[in-house]
Every structure is written in structure tokens, then in C-alpha cells.
């Protein structure tokens, strides 16, 4: 089974600090996502990667950046930490044409 | 670009009736279709794909959609609510071309209900 996983279930940060997301994948997929999920919003993409060092934007980057030095790991940074950053995050990836396999999630809490 | 939209964030069935859970998607080329499912505080699970073959997708525990490209649908479906059934259900669309080559957009999710 693919094995997708994210570094830690819960994380507490403060207003301000810089935080990492970690993501790891066992499949050798090429694609690599991170989405944020909140109530009434569903999934909103925040950054994918195609393969190693290739980045693109999704659909709200702003306050984050990512990283994907290895094929099976992607990093979601959160440069300074904000309430409104507040969230589930999930990393998901895939082969494309074929469904995503996710994480478990990783809820963040900013005080 | 591409776009999806779930048209009820809340749908309640009895246990043993049929469920109809419904999306619309918008895309630019050929689109790839999928519905996942979340139980309460579980990760998102896969219950089915329409990937250009059949237009008529089965999937696990008896769900099952339609691809109609006419309609720019992808329903969910079942014959039959169960209990376990009660989740929230995103339909999620993905290019097979163009710059959003890959990229999965979710629609805002529809939670069900399932009342004995």
C-alpha cells in the first residue's frame, strides 16, 4: 500500500515563529501536493511539486513556501506563523491520470 | 483552468434509501473525475475515478457515479444509505493538459447524514 506521511498529527506554534511541514511518500510519485482544509471551505491547494526542486503555486500560497530536494519528501514552510494559519493541512501525492493518496493530516494551531 | 462545484453542502437520507450526492466540474481539457470520502477524524479515502473509459464508475461500499459530459456532471450515488455512509464527500477534478497538468481541485465538500 502507498504510504503517505506527514511528520506530526498536532503541532501548537506562536504567532511569528517559522514552521516546517513535513511530507513523505514511499511510491516514487512524481507529484506531490499540500492542501489546507477548513470547515465550509473544503480543500484549497496551497503549493505542488512535479518533481524534484519544481514548484508551482496553487491556489493560496501567500504566507508559505516548499521544498522538495528528495523525490519522496515535500515541505510546506511557514515562514512566519499567523492565526489565520490556523488549519488541517494534508499532504497528498500521485501518478497523474490516477488518485491521490493522503496523509493523515497535520493540524496546526497558531496562538 | 478548472473548477468544481459540490451543489449541497448538507444532504440527510434515511438508512436504506438511495443517495444522490452532486457536482459539477468546469475544465479546459479532458477531465479526470474523483470522489473521496472523510469519516470523522480520518484521513480522505478514495471511493472511486473516471479517468475516460467507462462513463459509468463503480466504486467501494456500493457507491457508484456518472460522467455525462453534456451535463458537466458526476454524481455519487448509492442505492441504499448505510449508517457507516455518514461523512463528508468531496468530488475533485483533475487536467489532463494545459498548465494545471495534475492539479486536484476539490469542490467544498457535502456532509451526509444517515438517520436510522
Known amino acids: 500500500d502507498v504510504k503517505v506521511t506527514q511528520s506530526s498529527r498536532y503541532l501548537v506554534k506562536r504567532t511569528g515563529e517559522k514552521v516546517f511541514l513535513e511530507c513523505v511518500q514511499d511510491?516514487?510519485?512524481?507529484?506531490m501536493f499540500w492542501y489546507r482544509q477548513d470547515p465550509g471551505l473544503g480543500l484549497r491547494l496551497i503549493y505542488f511539486?512535479?518533481?524534484?526542486?519544481?514548484?508551482e503555486k496553487g491556489d493560496i500560497p501567500e504566507g508559505y513556501s516548499v521544498s522538495r530536494e528528495k523525490k519522496e519528501r515535500f515541505s510546506l514552510i511557514l515562514e512566519s506563523a499567523s492565526t489565520n494559519q490556523t488549519s488541517m493541512y494534508l499532504c497528498?501525492?500521485?501518478?497523474?491520470?490516477?488518485?491521490?493518496?493522503f496523509g493523515q493530516g497535520t493540524r496546526l494551531t497558531v496562538v | 483552468a478548472q473548477s468544481v462545484t459540490q451543489l449541497d453542502s448538507h444532504v440527510s437520507v434515511s438508512e436504506g434509501t438511495p443517495v444522490l450526492l452532486r457536482c459539477n466540474y468546469s475544465s479546459s481539457y479532458s477531465p479526470s473525475l474523483f470522489w473521496y470520502v472523510q469519516h470523522p477524524n480520518k484521513g480522505l479515502q478514495l471511493l472511486l475515478k473516471?479517468?475516460?473509459?467507462?462513463?459509468l464508475v463503480k466504486g467501494i461500499n456500493g457507491f457508484e457515479a456518472e460522467f455525462k459530459k453534456s451535463e458537466t456532471s458526476f454524481h455519487l450515488t448509492k442505492p441504499s444509505a448505510h449508517m457507516s455512509d455518514a461523512a463528508e464527500y468531496f468530488c475533485?477534478?483533475?487536467?489532463?493538459?494545459?498548465?494545471?497538468?495534475?492539479?486536484?481541485?476539490f469542490g467544498q465538500g457535502t456532509i451526509l447524514t444517515v438517520h436510522p
Open positions: 475533485v477534478v483533475s487536467n489532463a493538459g494545459g498548465s494545471s497538468y495534475g492539479k486536484l481541485t
Open positions: 511539486s512535479y518533481d524534484v526542486k519544481m514548484k
Open positions: 511510491m516514487d510519485h512524481e507529484n
Open positions: 473516471y479517468t475516460s473509459a467507462a462513463t
Open positions: 497528498a501525492s500521485r501518478d497523474p491520470g490516477r488518485g491521490a493518496f
